[in-house]
């Protein structure tokens, strides 16, 4: 099949969240299953163009852009994913992408992103390539459908093209005063939109994908169900009601090859279901690495690794951590940044138990390797989760996840049963403090039990999320698009 896929992020180009490793993934594994797949996002300016051997692409160079009443000039590179294998392209707009960071909050963000959509048009038609998918994601890229059937539809190499809009994130819908349509080259188009948010003023790139596209998905089957109530739809469940004959969740899988703790080069010993010994030797790189007493080793060591945001439910934390690091001997080791509230409640709780936390303020990606192989619980009590990667790494690194009853967490975590003795990990089901003070104390008086600790570790680490067997199921969408086709 022929697939356009287009995203605001693409690893190892451009990585914020979970979507830049989804984006990738797909680009990956669809090429393996021998489609033509193509992926294109923005020439930021932090994208190392040396580093990955970009070349800019001859035949599609200077292309003027009008988008409302300003011409863009943009220029398009090409490169591989890391697989050197998938074509990844590269739109040059330096007058939207050279602001030293992927998102921003600067006033043309709409534009942004608008652009790229378009852009993925002009590409295919520099390439005279004729995508049956066009599939995008999240709000950056969710014009998309629209602009199929506006400013793209006279093209006849689109003539059968279909979309897929996927959902990673609801939260984020990008929300813009409705003025901005003009801005987008859309407004004589102005009917495709929501005419009761345009009447009051308002735009918003998700809705109005969710409208038009052909199909959504959304990356796990318990949020596609969630999003269609009003306590998760963030005010889009009413059109996700109206359109769920056209909603599917698909479960987002894991690249084995660069999370497997057999073979990982961020972790100094590999380790397996049949040799756990690595395990307790990378605890206790890590412990030394916070500086830690490591002879201890056998205390519970906790582990978090995510951006500090709202959805991710550390105000639970901030209602209970404290309790539990004056009541339990552990180890609490944290990555992440993100809103200034939980970066200062990570802070302060590493100045009042200065050998108990060590917070690591940044991005860092072998660190965060090293936190899912040494740690022994990994604690993910988000509010709500479309899918969640880090809790499904956990799994396979034998780190049992303490974790919500929400979204793909729910998809991917068991709770554990003594008397069966089958689970992987501590599931709480309220939102609540108590909740999650319940989870983790169920953890931590597990853990002494060696015999049911090693059983949580092995159930979890068989467990298999490979993107070999999820992409089967992008594909018999695809098929099925496509099919209407004919
Ligand atoms: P989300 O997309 O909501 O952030 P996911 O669990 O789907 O959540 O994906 C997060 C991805 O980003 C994972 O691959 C995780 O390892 C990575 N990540 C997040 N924060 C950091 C960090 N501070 N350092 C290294 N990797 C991080
Ligand atoms: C989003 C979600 C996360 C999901 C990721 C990739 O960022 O917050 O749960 O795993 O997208 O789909």
């Known amino acids: 099949m022929r697939i356009c896929l287009v995203s605001a992020e693409i690893a190892p180009f451009a990585k914020i969240g979970g979507l830049g490793d989804v984006s990738a993934a797909l680009g990956k594994y669809l090429k393996e299953n021998g489609h033509d797949i193509r992926l294109v996002m923005p020439l930021y300016d932090t994208i190392d163009r040396a580093k990955y051997d970009l070349a800019p692409v001859k035949f599609a160079q200077n292309i003027s852009l009008w988008m409302g009443k300003h011409e863009y000039v943009i220029h398009f590179w090409s490169g591989r994913l890391s697989n050197g294998k998938t074509d990844v392209y590269f739109v040059q707009c330096d007058e939207l992408y050279k602001r030293g960071e992927v998102y921003t909050s600067d006033p043309d963000e709409p534009v942004r992103f608008a652009l790229l959509s378009a852009a993925a048009f002009e590409l295919c038609q520099k390439m005279g390539w004729s995508p049956q998918i066009f599939h995008a994601n ?41 003025r901005i349509i003009n801005d987008l080259g859309l407004n004589s188009f102005y009917q495709l939109f929501d005419s009761y948010d345009l009447f009051h003023g308002r735009l918003n790139f998700l809705k109005s994908g969710l409208l038009h596209a052909d199909k959504i998905t959304t990356v796990s089957p318990t949020y596609a169900r969630e999003i269609q109530t009003p306590e998760y739809g963030e005010g889009l469940d009413g059109i996700l009601r109206k359109r769920s ?15 497997n703790p057999e073979k990982d080069p961020n972790i100094p010993y590999p380790y397996s279901v049949k040799n756990l010994s690595g395990k307790k030797k990378n605890k206790q790189v890590l412990l030394q690495k916070a500086g830690f007493n490591a002879a201890d080793s056998d205390r519970p060591l ?74 022994d619980i990994f604690v993910m009590p988000s509010r709500y989760e479309p899918c969640g990667l880090n809790q499904i790494y956990s799994l396979k690194y034998g780190t049992a996840p303490v974790v919500r009853k929400t979204g793909g967490l729910a998809d991917t975590v068991t709770l554990y049963d003594w008397k069966t003795q089958t689970g992987d990990g501590f599931v709480f089901e309220h939102y609540s403090p108590e909740g999650l003070k319940w989870a983790l104390e169920y953890a931590l008086t597990t853990y002494p039990n060696k015999k049911a600790w090693k059983k949580i570790m092995i159930n979890g680490m068989k467990k298999d999320f490979s993107w070999q067997k999820q992409i089967r199921e992008y594909e018999k969408l695809y098929a099925s698009l496509a099919g209407e086709n004919k």
Not at 149 to 154: N, V
Not at 245 to 259: F, R, T
Not at 359 to 365: K, L
Request: net charge negative.
């Open 245 to 259: 004959h056209d909603l599917v969740g698909i479960l987002n899988g894991v690249d084995y090859e660069e999370w």
């Open 302 to 375: 906790l582990g978090i690794v995510g951006r500090l945001v709202e959805h991710k439910g550390f105000d639970l934390m901030m209602d209970c951590m404290e309790e539990i690091l004056t009541s339990y001997e552990l180890w609490f080791i944290i990555l992440g940044s993100g809103e200034a509230r939980y970066e200062n409640f990570f802070k302060e709780l590493q100045q009042r138990f200065p050998d108990k936390v060590a917070f690591y303020n940044g991005y860092d990606y072998a660190l965060s390797h090293l936190i899912e192989a040494g740690a």
């Open 138 to 178: 999240d709000w950056h890229t969710a014009l998309i459908p629209l602009y199929l059937k506006s400013l793209y539809s006279w093209d006849r190499l689109f003539k059968s093209a279909k979309t897929v809009l996927t959902i990673h994130n609801i939260g984020y819908q990008g929300n813009f005063p409705a």
